[in-house]
C-alpha cells in the first residue's frame, strides 16, 4: 500500500477538525476547519505566539504540555478555554514530531468544557471530580479507553511553599496545577488530597515513569506516584464508586499512620485492603457465605414477638456494618439482598405451623431497582406459604436516589402482602422527605434517639413527637435498641407499637421468643397476639 500523502491527511482529519504545527512556540501552519474551530482563518493563525491564542487561566495549562511534550509521547485531549470574547473551547492532542527540529503537531476539535472553569492555579474541587470523573467513565466505556488513577505525593511540596513569597507560592500553585491538568484525561480530572498529594484520572497508555520525570520537572519537587488500574468492565458506575471508596479510604485509613510511611507504601496498603476485602466479600456473597442471625421485634401491647429481623453475619460473626457498606459501594449488595430474601422466603415457606415473620433489610440503592420487585414476586409465586409474612426494612445506609421510583416498588412490595418498614428514621439527613414522599406500614425510629432516653431526665419529647407525626400519616413505630426496663416504659409511654434490642434478646442463630414479657401481657392478650409460640 502506498503512503499518498492525502490519505494521511484524510486519516489525520477523521479525528480532528483542524491540524497545526508549532515550532519555537508559533504556529507555522495550520490546516484545516480553523475558523469554525478557533475563530480565525488559517492565515490569520499562521506567525502567531501558540500559547496567546489561549484563555489566560488556560495558559499555563497549555504551557506545561508544550513543556513536557516529549517524543512521540501523545499529550492530552485536552479540554482548554480560548482567549477572547465568547466562550469557546477546543480539544487539543499534541505530539511532537521525531525530527530534532522542535516540530509539534497539534490536533484541534471544537469541544464542550468537561467541568466549571478553573482558574490557573486551582484543581478540581473533590465534589466535581467524582462528577467530571463519571463522564469519563462513560465516555471511556464507549471508546474502550482504559483509565488508571494514579495517586501522586510531591515531597516536601507544603515546605518549601512556605519559604515562599505570596507571589512565588501563587506562581508554584498555577505551575503544580498545570501540570497535573496536562496529565490528566481531558485536562480536567485532577485533585487536590492533601497539601503535597494529588489524584489524577489519566488514559493508561503511557509509562508512569514518565509521568513522573515530566510532574518532577514541571514542579520541580520530586514526584512519586501510585497507580490503581480502574477496570471499566462492571461499568461506569460501579468503576466511579470504587474509585470514591480508594480515594476516601486513602484519606480515612492511608494517612492516618503516614509519618513513616511512603505515599506508595500508604497507597498499597489502603489498596490491597480495599482490594482484599472486596474480593473476599464478592466471593461470600456469589457463594452464599454467609449466616442469617434473627432479633426478635416485640409488640409493647402483648409483650410477644410481632416479628423477627433478619441480620447477616459474615464469616467473623461480627458486625456486617461495614461490608455492608462496601458492597454498597462495589455494587455487591443488590446480590446480597436478593440472596438473603430468597433464603429467607424459603425458611418462611417451610415454616408449616405459619406463625413465624420475618423482616429482611434492603439497601436503598436495591429498592430502586425494578429488578428486586420481579425476584419477589417470583419468589412468592412459587413459595406462596410465605405471602403475609415477609417484611421489608429498606435502610438508609445509602440514599434514595430516585424517590418516586422507589415508592412505586415499595407500593408493588406492599401489594404482594408485605408490610413495608423504613429504618433508621432520624438518622440521615433525608428522612422527612422519605416519610413524605413514600407510603409506609413502619417507621423504625434510630436507635440512637431511643439510647440517648436512658441518659438521667430526657422525658421522650423528640421521640413523641416523631411517634405523632407518624400516628398522624398512620404509620405505626418501632423503637430499636431497647436495653433496659426504664427506656421501655418511655416509648410505651410516649405511645411507640414495637420495640426492638437486646431487653428482649439479641440477634441469635434461631428465630426465638422475646426474652422478657411485659407486665402489661395478660393472658388473653398473649393468646390473641399468639405469634410467639414457636420454639
Ligand atoms: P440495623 O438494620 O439498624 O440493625 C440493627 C443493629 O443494631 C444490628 O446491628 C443489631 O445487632 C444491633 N442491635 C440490636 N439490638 C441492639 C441493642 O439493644 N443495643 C445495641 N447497641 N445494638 C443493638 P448489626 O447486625 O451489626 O447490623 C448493622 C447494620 O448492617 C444494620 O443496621 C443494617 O443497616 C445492616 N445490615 C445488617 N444485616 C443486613 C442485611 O441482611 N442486608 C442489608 N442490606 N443490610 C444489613
Ligand atoms: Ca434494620
Ligand atoms: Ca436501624
Known sequence: MSLDPRRLLGLAFASADLLVELQGG??????????????????????????????????????????CADDGVRRGPVVLRLAGAGERNVRVVLRALPDNEGRVSAALTAAQPAGPPLSASSLQPRESFDDIAQGLFEAARVTGIELE???????????????????DAAALDVRVASALRAEAHAGAAATKLSDDRFAVLRQRDDRPENMIKR?????????????????SGGGSARALRALRYALDDFLREGLKDTPPMSLSEAMNRSVKRTLARAGALGVAVSQRRFNLAYQPVVSLATGLAHHHEVLVRF????????????????DLIEELDHSIVEQVVKKLA?????????????????????????????????????KGRLIFE??????????T????HIQSLRALGSLVCLDDFGAGSSSFAYLQQLSLDIVKIDGRYVRELADNGRDGALVRRLVELCRDLKVRTVAEMVETAEVEEIVRNVG????????????SDKPSPALRTTATVTPLARRAGASDSWG
Not at 394 to 403: F, G, M, V
Not at 405 to 408: D, E, F, M, T, W
Open 350 to 386: 417451610n415454616d408449616h405451623e405459619r406463625k413465624l415473620k420475618l423482616a429482611v433489610n434492603i439497601s436503598g440503592q436495591t429498592i430502586g431497582n425494578e429488578s428486586f420487585i420481579d425476584h419477589v414476586s417470583r419468589l412468592l409465586s412459587r413459595y406462596d406459604g410465605a
Open 405 to 408: 421510583l422507589a415508592n412505586q
Open 149 to 167: 488513577l494514579a495517586m501522586v505525593e510531591f515531597s516536601g511540596l507544603a515546605n518549601m511553599r512556605q519559604g515562599l513569597s505570596p507571589a
Open 215 to 231: 510532574l518532577t520537572r514541571m514542579v520541580s519537587a520530586e514526584a512519586s506516584a501510585h497507580l490503581v488500574p480502574l477496570e
Open 315 to 330: 464469616e467473623d460473626g461480627g458486625s456486617p456494618f461495614a461490608l455492608i457498606r462496601m458492597a454498597e459501594e462495589f
Open 496 to 507: 411507640v407499637d414495637f420495640a426492638q434490642g437486646w431487653l428482649y434478646g439479641k440477634p
Open 394 to 403: 429498606i435502610t438508609e445506609t445509602r440514599a434514595i436516589d430516585n424517590l
Open 26 to 67: 508559533k504556529v507555522r501552519l495550520a490546516l484545516g476547519a480553523a475558523q469554525k474551530v478557533m475563530g480565525k482563518s488559517e492565515s490569520a493563525l499562521t506567525g502567531k505566539a501558540w500559547v496567546d491564542l489561549f484563555h489566560p487561566d488556560d495558559k499555563p495549562l497549555m504551557e506545561a504540555m508544550l513543556g
